[in-house]
T-cell receptor, first 116, second 111 residues
Framework: GAVVSQHPSRVICKSGTSVKIECRSL??????MFWYRQFPKQSLMLMAT?????????EQGVEKDKFLINHASLTLSTLTVTSAHPEDSSFYIC????????????FGQGTRLTVV | DAKTTQPPSMDCAEGRAANLPCNHS???????VYWYRQIHSQGPQYIIH???NNETNEMASLIITEDRKSSTLILPHATLRDTAVYYC????????????FGAGTQVVVTP
């Protein structure tokens, strides 16, 4: 299957700082990318939908000014957690869909964020 | 609102077939049934998907009832590496790729 790569896989940051997570589709053009968050022992929660060249669409309850999403190219989307706090500590996962409809979405390996 | 209902957990003996049920009684005509699994601390892995016909690939088989209100994922010969949380998700064609995950089924394969 297609490959989606996230970087970094783990990051520890201080409270109040910002962290950027990258999501790259390595062998296909991703017209749409999705960002999820997963707390321990819980399921994945969709945060936002990112379309190349346009503003992201955020799910209800997700602060767009705190979780900045940029999808500047067909192979790269970034999620920036701004002014991070300990409660933002979580597992962040991206997925990407290609141009062929009704096919599967491919997931990155996830980024474990710990805010201290 | 949960679109799918799955048992929270199930055990399976290594080498045996694992049959994972999923109820999606409110599925719409333009919604596909997707199955993903997540091994601890990894991103979800695609398994299979279908609209109304049964599907089979190298990983699993998907059996969808004629009324499309339920489906079963079959892992033909479970191995220890199949221990994971399995998610059944319905997703519409006009929002494909956008997946709303439920609680899933924790499958534990035992020797």
């Amino acid at each position: 299957g297609a490959v989606v790569s996230q970087h970094p896989s783990r990051v520890i940051c201080k409270s109040g700082t910002s962290v950027k997570i990258e999501c790259r589709s390595l062998d296909f053009q991703a017209t749409t990318m999705f960002w999820y968050r997963q707390f321990p022992k819980q399921s994945l929660m969709l945060m936002a939908t990112s379309n190349e060249g346009s503003k992201a669409t955020y799910e209800q309850g997700v602060e767009k000014d705190k979780f900045l999403i940029n999808h500047a190219s067909l192979t790269l989307s970034t999620l920036t957690v701004t002014s991070a706090h300990p409660e933002d500590s979580s597992f962040y996962i991206c997925s990407a869909s290609g141009v062929v409809e009704n096919t599967e979405a491919f997931f990155g390996q996830g980024t474990r964020l710990t805010v201290v | 609102d949960a679109k799918t209902t799955q048992p929270p957990s199930m055990d399976c003996a290594e080498g045996r077939a694992a049959n994972l049920p999923c109820n999606h009684s409110t599925i719409s005509g333009n919604e596909y049934v997707y199955w993903y699994r997540q091994i601890h601390s990894q991103g979800p892995q695609y398994i299979i998907h279908g609209l109304k016909n049964n599907e089979t690939n190298e990983m699993a088989s998907l059996i969808i009832t004629e009324d499309r209100k339920s489906s079963t994922l079959i892992l033909p010969h479970a191995t220890l590496r199949d221990t994971a949380v399995y998610y059944c998700i319905v997703s519409a064609t006009d929002s494909w790729g956008k997946l709303q995950f439920g609680a899933g089924t924790q499958v534990v394969v035992t020797p």
